[in-house]
T-cell receptor, first 114, second 116 residues
């Protein structure tokens, strides 16, 4: 069964600090892994997309890593800002064509306090 | 323009009503998606349209009926819903779908649906 597990469930940090969110997956056949940021009551916004051959990808203060061997990914946020407070969702895509399937993690709720 | 728009933003409907949700994108994307999201849960894929044809139906009850009138529009027709169908309904689009799965999905802001 395809699964995506994220940790921690929630995290509170002070503004300016760094943090790392984790994602473990058991999805086959693996196509790509995405990180989304979702503000409360809004649609998710894509941060990064990585295929199995990519180890790291950055988008501003967000850096995602992927270890396809251990089936783990992390999202590192540098110099956090109050606007980073949101839910961060890891999504893994399997297969393609008629076998297309997205498996969503439950998300990590990040709160950045002043 | 990288925007996906959804209307209405909020909708309250009774169990005997018929209503429709609308989604629009003008990015030339050929794949469009409907998702359902309950509070504090991740989005759940409902339907995928690829080149205006329904490609994936994730065993969604028939009281939800999708329609893709053209490549820019996606509707979700609602009829005889249940209170448990209350959720945030998200629309998304991507340049290609299915075989072109690497393309980024752009999400709309969602329609908050309440069934009374």
């Amino acid at each position: 069964k395809n699964q995506v597990e994220q940790s921690p469930q929630s995290l509170i940090i002070l503004e300016g600090k760094n943090c790392t969110l984790q994602c473990n997956y058991t999805v086959s056949p693996f196509s790509n892994l995405r990180w989304y940021k979702q503000d409360t009551g809004r649609g998710p916004v894509s941060l990064t997309i990585m295929t199995f051959s990519e180890n790291t990808k950055s988008n501003g203060r967000y850096t995602a890593t992927l270890d396809a061997d251990t089936k783990q990914s992390s999202l590192h946020i540098t110099a956090s800002q109050l606007s980073d407070s949101a839910s961060y969702i890891c999504v893994v895509s399997a297969g393609g064509g008629s076998n297309y399937k997205l498996t969503f993690g439950k998300g990590t709720l990040l709160t950045v306090n002043p | 323009d990288t925007e996906v728009t959804q209307t209405p933003k909020h909708l309250v409907m009774g169990m005997t009503n018929k209503k429709s949700l609308k989604c629009e994108q003008h990015m030339g994307h050929r794949a469009m998606y409907w998702y359902k999201q309950k509070a504090k849960k991740p989005p759940e894929l409902m339907f995928v349209y690829s080149y205006e044809k329904l490609s994936i139906n994730e065993s969604v009850p028939s009281r939800f009926s999708p329609e893709c009138p053209n490549s820019s529009l996606l509707n979700l027709h609602l009829h005889a819903l249940q209170p448990e169908d209350s959720a945030l309904y998200l629309c998304a689009s991507s340049q290609e779908g299915l075989a072109g799965d690497l393309y980024e999905q752009y999400f709309g802001p969602g329609t908050r649906l309440t069934v009374t």
